[in-house]
C-alpha cells in the first residue's frame, strides 16, 4: 500500500486550518495487566489521506525525556501517535519494572491493531510502528520480537539493561537506576533483579532471530556514555548487517555525533525516522 503521509509538513505548519478537519489529542487510559496506563493519543488533520500509519512512542527511563518534538512531528505529516507512560511512571499505575515496559509495549501495540481503534482513529493495522529511546528501545525490540504483524521497528540509542550485569560493571547500572527514585516501583534491587531473573529473554543479541527479517531504524550516538555503540548496538546490529543479502527488509543504523538524548541533530534524526516510516509504509 502507498504511504498516505505529507513529509513535506515535517516542519511546516499549514497555510489555513480547517475548523471541520482540525488535528487533535486526547487522554490514552488503557489496562495492560490490570494497571492503567495514562498518556495521550494525537490525530493528524482530517484532511490527511486515510487510513493512517500509527507509531507508539516509548520513553526511556525514567520517562523525563518525552521526545514531544517527534511525536509532533510524525503527527504533522499525517501519523496517529501513542504516546504512553509506562506503569509506575508519571501517574500510570502499578510498579515500575523493566519487564512490564516491555509488556505494556506489546499490549498497547494489540490495542492498536484492534479494530475498536483502527476504526476510530483511521488507523491502517498494517501499518503499526513501535518507536523507543534509550529503555524505551528495549521495550519497542522486546515487544516487536514478539508480533509477527508489526511493521517496523525504530530504536533510537538502544539501552540493553542486560549489557552491564557483570560485576565490573554492575555500577553503572545501578547508578542509573538511581535516577528511578520518581517512579512507582518496589525500589532499585527489584528493578536489578527483574533484568537479572529475565537477561536471556531480554538481551539484545539474543532477539535476532525473531527480528532478523523486520524493518528496523537503529539510531546511534557517537559520544554515547549512557548506551555506547559497541556496548549496547553493535552486538544486535552485526548481525542483522551480516544477515542484509537474506532479507527483503528495510534495515538501517545511522551514526550522529551527538550524547544520548541525540541533542544537536534532533531535526536530522525526526527526517530520518519519517523518512523511513515512509520507506517502509511504501515497501
Known amino acids: 500500500m502507498k504511504s498516505n503521509l505529507e513529509l513535506n509538513n515535517l516542519f511546516t505548519d499549514p497555510q489555513t486550518i480547517s475548523p471541520t478537519a482540525l488535528p487533535d489529542y486526547t487522554t490514552l487510559d488503557f489496562i495492560s495487566n ?3 496506563i495514562y498518556g495521550e493519543i494525537m490525530w493528524p488533520s482530517d484532511k490527511h489521506p486515510k487510513p493512517h500509519p500509527c507509531v ?3 520513553h526511556g527511563f525514567p ?35 523493566i519487564t512490564n515496559c516491555i509488556e505494556d509495549a506489546q499490549n498497547l501495540a494489540e490495542y492498536a491493531h484492534s479494530q475498536e481503534f483502527t476504526e476510530k482513529y483511521n488507523v491502517d ?28 521497528l525504530i530504536l533510537l540509542t538502544p539501552y540493553d539493561p542486560t549489557r552491564y550485569l557483570n560485576r565490573s560493571k554492575e555500577s553503572y547500572f545501578r547508578s542509573l537506576l538511581e535516577e528511578g527514585k520518581i517512579l512507582q516501583s518496589d525500589g532499585i534491587d527489584a528493578i536489578y533483579e527483574d533484568v537479572v531473573i ?13 527480528v532478523k527479517n523486520k524493518n528496523i531504524l537503529v539510531v546511534a550516538a557517537k559520544y554515547d556514555s549512557v ?8 552486538p544486535l546490529w552485526e548481525q542483522l548487517a551480516a544477515n542484509a543479502k537474506n532479507t527483503s527488509a528495510i534495515q538501517k543504523m ?10 544537536g541533530r534532533r531535526i536530522s534524526v525526526i527526517t530520518e525516522i519519517a523518512n523511513f516510516i515512509e520507506q517502509v509504509c511504501n515497501s
Open 227 to 234: 548506551s555506547p555503540i559497541n556496548e549496547m548496538v553493535l
Open 56 to 58: 507508539i512512542m516509548l
Open 125 to 152: 493495522p498494517n501499518q503499526i510502528f513501535l518507536l523507543g529511546h534509550s529503555m524505551g528501545a528495549n521495550s519497542a525490540l522486546n515487544a516487536g520480537r514478539k508480533i509477527s504483524w508489526i511493521k517496523g
Open 254 to 263: 545511522l551514526e550522529f555525533p551527538t550524547e544520548h538524548g541525540l541533542l
Open 198 to 210: 529475565n537477561k536471556e529473554e531480554i538481551s539484545h543479541p539474543k532477539a535476532y532471530n525473531q
Open 63 to 97: 520517562g523525563t525525556a518525552r521526545n514531544d518534538d517527534i511525536s509532533h512531528a510524525l503527527c504533522r505529516i499525517g501519523c496517529v501517535v501513542l504516546v504512553p507512560h509506562n506503569r509506575g511512571a508519571w501517574g500510570s499505575q502499578g510498579k515500575y519494572l
Open 34 to 36: 490490570g494497571s492503567h
